[in-house]
């Protein structure tokens, strides 16, 4: 093994800041070769859009085998049903309401229609939050971010002043203005007329790979792509426009209504399918780059999401069955995520974890993996994930969420738990609550509410106590609530 090719650094922590200490004189020994990290995000990327999760218009082959290569968790949660915040809680280890990231930047305006009002939000990662890419760069790894960051606008709050060595394309945007080249962002130099953002993202990470590969890196390929507009290649349009076309008919209505939206049934939407096959594709680029420079023994490969797959509003692409509702919503569609974690010598292939995780456990997760030590000031939301990809076991711990806001896709503002097999969701509107025995009713058909009153109750006491402890900010009473203006307040 390499020795290490800092051993004059140390790394420490004091009132919340990490150090880096200069130890002059000091010797160590041969340490075990830092494994590559490559995490791969995709936006809005449903969790049954993957072969491997159970569909059958998708073609996922990459994502497939990446599944057959390591471990496929069944129950991974994003930590909210929206982008921002989800985003925010992987770079942090923290729940997007310690945070104060609850909504997308810089969230949905209060509408005169709404019964209650959002609380201010954090309108940018702070500055002062340690994030993994700093972390792992004060451990020697070379860090570079590709694709969507939607964590503030101004520049001064982009991922190069957030860890990151190199960042391409990361900015305040949440949506491409084009996926084809002229791309209008700001820091991605377009490329030839007619190129395509996902492919020319993957192309600059291997780059980096290329130019890297002799010393640990971490990839932070963060894609555009699922999200709207569909915009994709004309062949691939083309392909999937005569694979719907052969469906059968009738089988299965195409949406169905729930609390008042109509909600995709079926996956058929041409370019949605398109899109997802591209985004494989790209996958399995950097797949085989690994093999070609002989890193991939030694490269841990994450994927996974940022909310539920869209599937009550703008254009509602895809259908998350068996799963309910898709994103903005609190249902298991809204936020039950694909993983797959490929950790060479360590996952056994084709292992399935059920165990519920969330999003901040990535923060401790690679740290662990990295040989480093937890920063545990910081990332106090997260637990890793080490067990489970060694084959071991944990005890289950309950996974919370906050989201004080109104969704774009039709969703109120609400809380939720899941803990020992239930998820309860409470309403802010009135406080309703709904209760699911998940291990049961993974489509969340029957509430529970009535019918188990103890334990509705404990699971209610137990997300108003985690509310307090996070110093959860709530939403207030709309007093110019007007039910007939639709009007959205500028």
């Avoid at 492919?199 to 890196?217: C, G, M, V, Y």
């Avoid at 895809?318 to 360590?346: C, D, F, H, M, Q």
């Avoid at 503002?413 to 409470?426: M, N, T």
């Amino acid at each position: 093994m390499k020795p290490s090719r800092f051993p004059f650094l140390k790394s420490t922590l004091f009132a919340g800041s990490y150090l880096l200490v200069a130890s002059a004189g000091l010797h160590s020994a041969p340490v075990k070769e830092k494994p590559n990290i490559i995490f791969i995000l995709a936006d809005d990327l449903g969790w049954a859009d993957l072969g491997c999760y159970g569909s059958t218009f998708y073609e996922t082959p990459n994502l497939d085998r990446l599944a057959k290569e390591g471990m496929r968790f069944t129950d991974a949660y994003a930590a909210a049903p929206v982008c921002s915040p989800t985003r925010a809680s992987i770079l942090t280890g923290k729940s997007p309401a310690r945070l104060g990231i609850t909504d997308w930047l810089p969230g949905r305006k209060n509408q005169p229609s709404q019964k209650l009002q959002r609380p201010a939000i954090q309108p940018f990662l702070p500055l002062d939050e340690i994030t993994l890419a700093e972390a792992l760069k004060a451990g020697s790894y070379k860090t570079a971010f590709f694709g969507k960051w939607h964590l503030g606008d101004a520049p001064e709050h982009w991922p190069e002043h957030q860890g990151f060595d190199l960042n391409l394309g990361g900015c305040g945007k949440g949506t491409p203005p084009s996926y084809f080249s002229p791309y209008k962002l700001p820091n991605l130099p377009n490329g030839p007329d007619g190129e395509y953002l996902t492919d020319r993202l993957t192309s600059e990470a291997i780059r980096f790979i290329e130019q890297n590969h002799e010393k640990p890196f971490l990839v932070y390929l963060s894609h555009y792509a699922v999200h709207t507009p569909l915009q994709t290649k004309p062949a691939l349009l083309k392909k999937y426009k005569a694979k719907a076309a052969k469906l059968p008919a009738g089988e299965s209505p195409e949406f169905l209504t729930d609390n008042g939206r109509a909600v995709r049934q079926v996956q058929n939407t041409p370019a949605y399918a398109a899109m997802v096959e591209n985004l494989d594709e790209n996958l399995g680029r950097i797949l085989d780059k690994l093999t070609e420079l002989k890193l991939d023994e030694n490269t841990i490969v994450i994927f996974t999401s940022d909310n539920g797959g869209l599937s009550t509003a703008e254009g509602s692409p895809t259908s998350n069955l068996p799963l309910r509702a898709g994103k903005g919503w609190p249902y298991e569609g809204g936020v039950r995520e694909p993983l797959l974690i490929k950790w060479p010598g360590t996952t056994h292939p084709g292992s399935v974890c059920t165990k519920p995780v969330n999003s901040p456990d990535f923060f401790p997760t690679l740290l662990a993996m990295a040989d480093l030590p937890p920063i545990r000031q910081q990332h106090l939301d997260g637990t890793s994930l080490v067990p489970e990809l060694q084959g071991a076991d944990s005890p289950e711990r309950p996974i919370f969420w906050h989201y004080p806001h109104y969704s774009n896709q039709g969703g109120s503002p609400y809380g939720a738990v899941r803990a020992e097999g239930f998820k309860l969701i409470e309403w802010y509107e009135d406080h309703r609550v709904e209760l699911y025995d998940l291990r049961n009713d993974i489509a969340e058909k029957n509430n529970l509410a009535t019918d188990k009153p103890e334990t509705a109750a404990a699971l209610t006491a137990r997300l108003h106590g985690w509310r307090t402890d996070v110093k959860a900010q709530m939403p207030e009473p709309n007093t110019s609530y007007d039910p007939t203006n639709l009007t959205i307040s500028k």
